[in-house]
């Protein structure tokens, strides 16, 4: 899982408080997006008993 520093400094006025929010924003959503491919590729990678044994199905994988 990835971190990040959610601290903000001191910024150049308002345009560089907007786009430090909205790169603070791309990067959530990067990182969001990457965590939820590295589970699938871990799910897939399960047995069909073992993703009984955990409540799921391959059917459910596809909906993370």
């Not at 899982?1 to 430090?20: E, I, K, N, P, Q």
């Amino acid at each position: 899982m990835a971190a990040f520093d959610t601290m903000t400094t001191a910024t150049g006025g308002v345009f560089g408080g907007r786009l430090s929010d909205a790169m603070r924003g791309m990067f959530s959503a990067v990182v969001a997006w990457n965590d939820a491919r590295e589970t699938r590729n871990a799910l897939l990678k399960l047995t069909d008993r073992e993703l009984e044994d955990i409540g799921l199905c391959r059917a459910d994988i596809v909906n993370l």
